[in-house]
């Protein structure tokens, strides 16, 4: 406990799945949270509420990460709650299930603005601000198994997702002389709130898609905590452009 004590960090899509798993965990280390939710304000009150209750600062902002404007609301609203803040998760993210041959141009747009144009927009903004402090941080983006897996009626999100996982890269090789670290975490079959029809509606088909995993089940928002909390901290101070699957084994099949 108390890894992360003293450090400040935005969450994008934190009220919910494996956003608020990350946040919480943060606030449990000793980090002031700022976080993000699309719409859900009953869930991101809660959220908020909960990471205050181990001591620490919390604030969100409702935010689509759709809007031309979002970057700079974001950072300035993390800003004026916390000052200078030295982490970012990039977690908020949409998806579609048309099929490849079906999926239209508005739905493509949304997917890569919201997953791969919003994401890169605030990593850039990010580390301009602590470069002008002269001051090191990390950016933690959440991406997919799928950015190297095809899968059916998915491939607008598995471009937008491929394309994050190389933001991490490019940002971490051209971030790494200011002392910003970027890495990435992929997360396999992990019950979140955009498949809760799955999970919730149907637990022995979730358990069915599960059961081939090595570890032998899919994932909850607290198994991607730990590594967000190594990769925010000075524990993985010598670690940038990497990559971590945290998936029950599934990229090991």
Not at 201 to 209: I, S
Request: net charge negative; charged share 20%; with cysteine.
């Amino acid at each position: 406990m108390g890894r992360l004590t003293g450090q400040r960090a935005i969450v994008t899509g934190g009220a919910n799945g494996i956003g608020r798993g990350i946040a919480t965990a943060f606030a449990r280390e000793g980090c002031d949270v700022f976080f993000t939710a699309l719409s859900d304000e009953a869930a991101a009150r809660a959220t908020r509420d909960e990471l205050r209750e181990h001591g620490v600062r919390a604030d969100y902002m409702l935010l689509d990460a759709a809007d031309p404007d979002a970057v700079p609301r974001l950072m300035d609203g993390a800003t004026q709650a916390l000052g200078l803040v030295d982490v970012l998760v990039n977690n908020a993210a949409t998806a579609t299930r048309s099929a490849f041959l079906d999926l239209t141009p508005d739905e493509y747009d949304q997917v890569m603005t919201v997953n791969l144009r919003f994401p890169f927009f605030a990593t850039q903004a990010f580390a301009a601000r602590l470069r002008a402090a002269g001051a090191p941080g990390s950016v933690i983006n959440i991406s997919s198994l799928s950015a190297t897996r095809a899968i059916s009626a998915m491939a607008g999100y598995q471009c937008s997702k491929a394309g994050l996982s190389m933001l991490s890269r490019g940002a971490a090789y051209e971030l790494a002389p200011f002392g910003i670290r970027v890495n990435t975490i992929s997360p396999g079959l992990t019950a979140t709130k955009s498949n809760s029809s799955q999970w919730r509606d149907d637990p022995e088909l979730w358990q069915e898609r599960g059961k081939d995993i090595p570890l032998g089940r899919p994932g909850r928002p607290e198994d991607l905590a730990g590594a967000a909390v190594f990769l925010a901290s000075a524990e993985s101070s010598w670690m940038t452009g990497g990559d971590m699957a945290v998936d029950g084994g599934e990229v090991a099949m």
